[in-house]
Each structure stands twice: as C-alpha cells, then as structure tokens.
C-alpha cells in the first residue's frame, strides 16, 4: 500500500504548492502591475511565435484614469453585482451547470466545454494564471484562484487590473490599447457611447473586431449596447455598505 500512498502524498503535495505560488504571485500585485496574463502570453505566441515584433497592442493605465462611463458600461455587460459579491455567483453557477447537464444528456458524449457564469473575478482568475482548455478540473482551479483574489486584493484593484488586462479584440489587451485602437483617445475620455461600444465588445472581442471571427454565430452588438447605455446609471462602482453594521 505505501507505494500507492507515496505518488498521492506527491501528488497532494504539489497541488498545495501551486496554490502557495498563486498566492504569493496575487500578493504582489497589492502594489505591482501584472506585466502580462497567461491568455495574453499565449495569443502573443499564437499571433507572433518568433517574430521580433508584431501587432499586440497593451498598456496600463490607473484606475483613477479610466472614465466612470467605461467603468459602469462593463460592469452592465459582465457583471452588475461585481462590487457586491464575493466573487461567484451561485445561482449563475448552479444555471451553467443545468444547461451542460443537459447537453451533454443530448449529445451522448463525454463534457469538455463548459458553459460559463463567470463573475469579473472568475474570468480575471482564468485569464491571468489558466489555459483556454475548459473542463471541470481546471474549473475547480478557477474558482480556488478567485478565493484567493478575493481574499487578497480590494475589489477596486481587481477592477483595475481586470480592465488593464482584458481582450477587446485581436492583439488588443486593456482599456489603453482599446481605447487608442478605437477611438483615439485616452481611457479617461470614453463618452457614453463609445464605452458601451467597448463594453459590448467583451462577449466575444476578435468578433468586435474582425469580421472573420463571426463566422461561427454573431452577437448583436447595436442590443447589446442599447441595453448597456439604459443600464449605466444603476450599478455601483463601490461596495455598498451594510446598514446592520452602520448602526452597531
């Protein structure tokens, strides 16, 4: 038997050190910017491999330097609730989960895609430490990883770095580079219209970008933006205090 438990205890061993190392990797970043996330690191050799130079567009710019517009346009189209949760949202969890049941009931075969109900930190876990490949293993990953954000850094720097580190379309990674690409301008100028456009963009940013990405289903963009421009003015971009704990 102890040759069965010693590959185990290896095993377990190094699933914890992996989580000490995202830990302390997520640490750092109370005070230092990511330079780049995996999903990043990975389109860039997907669009680059060993070329010197190529077309991936990315810079940082501050919190405080990105327009409220921008700000209130993505939480409408990825997660209204964001500053409210502790980064998941059950019952979007519990739907994802009936609706690839139900699929993989249908088609008979074994599940490897995975529909999402993806919170803003989920999505930041997945992009910044794990693979495109979508299973329930890596899923599991996931949602450790955004315990971890959750429990380290505000929700103000998880915005911040989520923004600066998001797709908005082919080689165009955060707010800086979405804003300059499209428009021209700096993130703290986005009027209303032009962050909801960039808002509506997140779903599925190459197709925002490039017509050829469509091929495989198109999202309506012009709704999608309707609907976020109606939506803008009731999120808060703040944690809204706990009246119960106000008067104590």
């Given at each position: 038997m102890r040759w069965l438990l010693y590959p185990l205890k290896?095993?377990?061993?190094?699933?914890?050190?992996?989580?000490?190392?995202?830990?302390?990797?997520?640490?750092?970043?109370?005070?230092?910017?990511?330079?780049?996330?995996?999903?990043?690191?990975?389109?860039?050799?997907?669009?680059?491999?060993?070329?010197?130079?190529?077309?991936?567009?990315?810079?940082?710019?501050?919190?405080?330097?990105?327009?409220?517009?921008?700000?209130?346009?993505?939480?409408?189209?990825?997660?209204?609730?964001?500053f409210q949760h502790k980064g998941v949202r059950v019952e979007d969890m519990q739907k994802a989960w009936e609706k690839n049941q139900q699929k993989l009931q249908s088609s008979g075969k074994p599940k490897?895609?995975?529909?999402?109900?993806?919170?803003?930190?989920?999505?930041?876990?997945?992009?910044?430490?794990l693979s495109s490949e979508q299973n329930y293993f890596r899923k599991g990953q996931e949602l450790i990883i955004t315990g971890l954000l959750e429990l380290i850094l505000s929700k103000q720097r998880l915005y911040e770095i989520y923004l600066n580190s998001v797709e908005w379309g082919e080689g165009i990674f955060g707010?800086?580079?979405?804003?300059?690409?499209?428009?021209?301008?700096?993130?703290?100028?986005?009027?209303?219209?032009?962050?909801?456009?960039?808002?509506?963009?997140l779903p599925a940013p190459k197709c925002f970008d490039k017509q050829h990405y469509c091929l495989r289903g198109s999202i309506n963009y012009t709704a999608r933006q309707e609907?976020?421009?109606?939506?803008?003015?009731?999120?808060?971009?703040?944690?809204?205090p706990n009246p119960s704990k106000k008067s104590k």
């Open positions: 290896c095993f377990l061993c190094g699933i914890v050190v992996m989580q000490l190392y995202f830990a302390i990797q997520i640490a750092l970043w109370i005070s230092l910017d990511p330079s780049s996330t995996a999903f990043q690191r990975a389109e860039h050799w997907r669009l680059c491999s060993w070329h010197w130079s190529c077309a991936v567009e990315s810079s940082w710019t501050p919190y405080s330097k990105i327009s409220n517009n921008l700000k209130r346009a993505v939480l409408v189209s990825e997660d209204d609730i964001f490897t895609a995975l529909r999402g109900g993806s919170t803003i930190t989920q999505q930041l876990a997945k992009n910044l430490f707010i800086g580079a979405a804003a300059n690409h499209y428009y021209a301008t700096s993130p703290a100028n986005l009027d209303r219209d032009q962050a909801a456009a960039l808002a509506s963009a609907f976020i421009l109606d939506n803008m003015e009731r999120v808060a971009l703040a944690p809204i």
